[in-house]
């Protein structure tokens, strides 16, 4: 999977990793491509680990009703995942389970979609219920035989719906649950709130990467100074310092990092000069360039330029080499539509 992506296999290892969701339609279609499974979403379901909610599944169990217990969940699905969401709906025909499994479109969404369905399934079964969910509804045409589905959620299943939903029988959201405790359910609630904190710090620090990629990013290079950052954020100075020193790193970090990224890029993808390359990433020149390219890459640029361009040949990737100026405009673009995403957010 590591060679079939290009990437690190620490990268695909890393329990804890928190990765663009876009990333999830390479991945799929990397498995279909080595596996030769059209559905291998549905064949994993079943040798998926053990539910690991990071405490939400006892959140559920101790709270007093699976109504009160799903809207904790939702409030708190961060811990598992940004794209990710619950709603509970009362509709025509009863109430259902409305999940947003993914925020990226693509045919290899439907593995996401499958197999987080079959998660909140499975949580719910944890919880003692009087009835199983009464019909799973998926957003996408089925390619098995819709036993295959059935059997595997274990109720009937409705295909090419406008959103995935559970179906949950009347009267079981409200019903009693056997194992509430509220001081055992605050417990977990605090517990899985203290997991949010980290993520919300890297939310600001994230922001301020944007914010500060949409303000650097000229034909001069990337130079910008904390005071341009905070005019453009609307916030004072000290505050960005702060978030960034809570998050363990600084405006300089940040700002060495973004001119690593805009160096990589230009590495990679075109033949410009080094010294073009470092006048447009805001370094001093060529040697300045190397020494912080080193330190943070590992590698000079000339061998990281090599090797990045071996490595798309081999994998087959698209090998024309680009104008630089191109690359730095795609860069800006990118940059203003994640402020513009973030400042919607």
Not at 31 to 37: A, N, S
Not at 70 to 95: I, K
Not at 255 to 267: D, M, P, Q
């Amino acid at each position: 999977m590591a060679a079939e992506l290009n990437c690190p296999p620490a990268f695909l290892d890393n329990p804890e990793g928190r990765h663009p969701h876009e990333l999830q339609a390479y991945f799929w279609a990397a498995l279909e491509k080595l596996t030769g499974d059209v559905e291998i979403g549905l064949s994993l379901c079943r040798h998926l680990p053990g539910f690991d909610g990071h405490r939400l599944e006892y959140v559920l169990l101790s709270s007093s009703t699976l109504r009160e217990g799903l809207m904790f969940a939702h409030r708190y699905r961060r811990v598992l995942s940004d794209a990710m969401a619950l709603r509970l709906v009362d509709g025509s025909s009863g109430e259902h389970l409305e999940i947003q499994a993914a925020a990226y479109e693509g045919p290899q969404r439907r593995h996401t979609d499958i197999c987080v369905v079959y998660a909140v399934l499975r949580a719910l079964r944890i919880v003692p219920l009087a009835a199983p969910p009464s019909r799973v509804h998926l957003a996408f045409e089925a390619r098995l035989s819709p036993a295959v589905y059935e059997t595997l959620f274990g109720c009937p299943v409705v295909f090419a719906a406008p959103i995935n939903r559970i179906e949950i029988p009347p009267g079981m959201l409200d019903a009693p649950l056997p194992l509430a405790d509220p001081d055992i359910a605050d417990l977990h609630r605090r517990m899985v709130a203290s997991k949010i904190a980290p993520i919300e710090r890297q939310d600001i620090v994230d922001h301020i990467r944007s914010a500060l990629y949409a303000r650097s990013l000229t034909h001069e290079g990337v130079s910008a100074t904390l005071s341009d950052l905070a005019v453009l954020l609307g916030v004072p100075e000290r505050r960005i310092r702060d978030a960034l020193g809570d998050s363990g790193t600084s405006f300089r970090n940040l700002l060495t990092e973004i001119r690593a990224c805009v160096a990589e890029h230009l590495l990679r993808d075109t033949n410009a000069p080094l010294d073009y390359v470092a006048r447009a990433a805001g370094f001093m020149d060529r040697t300045a360039l190397s020494r912080s390219f080193g330190a943070t890459r590992g590698l000079p640029p000339l061998r990281y330029r090599r090797q990045a361009q071996a490595r798309a040949r081999r994998a087959g990737a698209r090998t024309r080499l680009r104008d630089p100026e191109d690359v730095l405009q795609e860069l800006k673009r990118n940059a203003d539509r994640r402020l513009i995403t973030d400042r919607i957010e």
